[in-house]
């Protein structure tokens, strides 16, 4: 059986996806705590039970995704407004991709408890949570596209 390459890192992805919009991003952030990144860190990994999700406040952070063989699928650079964590939060279900800050980065951290109440809360802003989980599909589409 031969082995296919089904994504790779010179594929297009738009990293702006991850962005949300400034209304979810200023609400998220009052509830959020803030964690600073003195050297590269792992925030999440493939496969882990979500607690909660990120936001990149400064510097970068990369998401990655591991085929079941160990080889790498997907790398995606992030910057600043970028939601890190959010399809596995809001499906409860484990993270498909895995997160690293790098050094000097700044993030803020809103757990899944918190998330959910700001969500009942405010459905307005479950609207806008919906935008960007929008957006990464309509961008994962594109990119497979242009196999």
């Not at 990293?15 to 600073?36: P, Q």
């Not at 970068?60 to 699928?73: K, V």
């Amino acid at each position: 059986m031969a082995t296919h390459t089904f994504w790779s890192a010179s594929v297009n992805f738009d990293s702006s996806s991850f962005v949300a919009e400034k209304e979810l991003i200023e609400a998220l952030e009052r509830r959020s705590s803030t964690v600073v990144c003195t050297e590269p860190r792992c925030l999440f990994t493939q496969g882990g039970a979500p607690a909660g999700l990120f936001i990149l406040r400064k510097g970068a952070a990369r998401l990655t995704m591991q085929s079941p063989t160990g080889g790498s699928l997907l790398s995606i650079g992030l910057h600043a407004g970028s939601l890190l964590g959010l399809p596995a939060l809001v499906a409860n279900e484990p993270y498909t991709l895995t997160a690293n800050a790098e050094k000097d980065a700044e993030l803020g951290f809103v757990t899944k408890e918190d998330f959910n109440s700001l969500m009942l809360a405010d459905p307005s802003l479950a609207l806008r949570v919906l935008r960007v989980l929008a957006a990464e599909v309509r961008t994962a589409r594109h990119a497979i596209s242009e196999f």
